[in-house]
Nanobody
Framework: QVQLVESGGGLVQAGGSLRLSCSAS????????VAWYRQVPGNERELVAR???????NYADSVKGRFSISRDNAKNTVYLQMNNLRPDDTAVYYC???????????????WGQGTQVNVSS
């Protein structure tokens, strides 16, 4: 089995910063692309940032210049550094990853349980 666990969420004032972590554990042979999504109740889950296995990065327009995604392959961990936070960044943030298990030919897609980020004005 593979588990993704997010951490680092919390309450912060507008203009502040948080760093989210997504740690993968379990039967892991390789981790491919990893993405952060966020969701507000009543809305669809939206892509925030994505990092490929090779390190290429993509960001939603709403977070460009403020958020930065990075990965530490040795620790099986991906980070989302969030700066200059705004109230409309308030959401549950989810980690999503393509993980290939040992003795498996293809990768499967996994989700974490989410971490709440609240930004007050």
């Amino acid at each position: 089995q593979v588990q993704l666990v997010e951490s680092g969420g919390g309450l912060v004032q507008a203009g502040g910063s948080l760093r989210l972590s997504c740690s993968a554990s379990g039967d892991i042979f390789a981790i491919g692309a990893v993405a952060w999504y966020r969701q507000v109740p009543g809305n669809e889950r939206e892509l925030v940032a994505r990092i490929s296995e090779g390190g290429s990065r993509n960001y939603a327009d709403s977070v460009k210049g403020r958020f930065s995604i990075s990965r530490d392959n040795a620790k099986n961990t991906v980070y989302l550094q969030m700066n200059n936070l705004r109230p409309d960044d308030t959401a549950v943030y989810y980690c999503n990853a393509d993980v290939r298990r040992h003795f498996s030919i293809t990768a499967r897609n996994y989700w974490g349980q989410g971490t709440q980020v609240n930004v007050s004005s």
